[in-house]
């Protein structure tokens, strides 16, 4: 049986799985494919080092500092979010709290990490072999949310992130072969998307970015269309959707250490439905 891990990211939200992974982790759960979009390319990039509670150290204590998030990262970068603070200034070797690579690169499993083109719109999928020692750079252009982040340079090509082109990529997951898919969201898996802020994000981004733009707008309909496509995998036995029934007050941004280890624990308690899944 060749099981998939799909993490959908989500912001600080994202924390749910971090929780479930490091629960599977604790029961020895291996996935032979992992494919991650935005803040859950680094779950899954932690969950394949076998580094066990490194992301709950991540989320409840360095996303509180300036150099992580803030108004003075956006007037001095032009991105409120500087990723090159989480995946390089902290997870390189001579980092806070570095990333093994030596581990990623020895572990047998797939590493997908989808991206969004920001000039074309279409979606990227980077693999294992994109990075390196020191250097994470697909996880940044994974993770850099639209206006939020300007697009993250690679290979003469800017991106955004992937959940403008594949919000829930576990067609994408069968596709590359998978028997079994554990799809991780960051929200109630009946809670369908509402377009929010995409539509003022998209109309600031749409000059430069149009096709972004558009994605951009199409993001809520295709996430919805993908949980559902997934809920009819999981009446099949093919796909266990793994969701908090509530997200604790926690939104993409929300930084409050007490709700971010609530939804943490629920993730943690949530993974003990792994195990029959891949029995």
Do not use: H, W
Request: aromatic residues 10%; glycine residues 8%; contains cysteine.
């Amino acid at each position: 049986m060749k099981l998939g891990i799909v993490d959908v990211g989500g912001g600080l939200r994202d924390i749910y799985s971090a929780g479930v992974l490091d629960r599977i982790m604790d029961e020895g759960v291996k996935a032979d494919l992992c494919i991650g979009v935005s803040a859950g390319s680094a779950n899954l990039a932690t969950y394949l080092a076998s580094q066990r509670g490194r992301l709950l150290t991540f989320y409840t204590e360095y996303t509180f500092r300036k150099e992580y998030m803030s108004m003075g990262n956006f007037a001095r970068l032009g991105s409120y979010i500087n990723l090159d603070y989480p995946y390089s200034i902290l997870s390189n070797e001579d980092g806070e709290f570095p990333l093994d690579y030596d581990a990623i690169a020895a572990n047998p499993a797939e590493f997908i990490v989808v991206a969004s083109d920001a000039d074309s719109g279409i979606p990227k999928y980077f693999t294992k072999s994109d990075i390196s020692r020191n250097n994470y750079d697909i996880m940044k252009a994974s993770s850099a949310i639209p206006f939020i982040c300007k697009p993250y340079p690679i290979g003469g090509r800017r991106y955004f992130d992937g959940a403008l082109a594949d919000p829930v990529p576990v067609v994408k997951a069968l596709e590359l072969g998978c028997d079994k898919v554990i799809v991780l969201l960051s929200k109630p898996k009946d809670r369908p998307r509402q377009v929010g802020k995409d539509e003022l994000f998209a109309s600031l981004i749409r000059r430069k970015y149009p096709l972004a733009a558009k994605n951009l707008i199409l993001r809520a309909p295709r996430y919805n269309a993908s949980v559902q496509e997934a809920k009819e995998l999981e009446k099949m036995g093919k796909v266990l959707i793994l969701a908090p029934d509530d997200t604790c007050g926690v939104d993409t941004l929300t930084r409050d250490k007490a709700a971010l280890l609530s939804l943490y624990y629920k993730g943690f308690r949530d993974g003990e439905q792994v195990l029959d899944f891949v029995k």
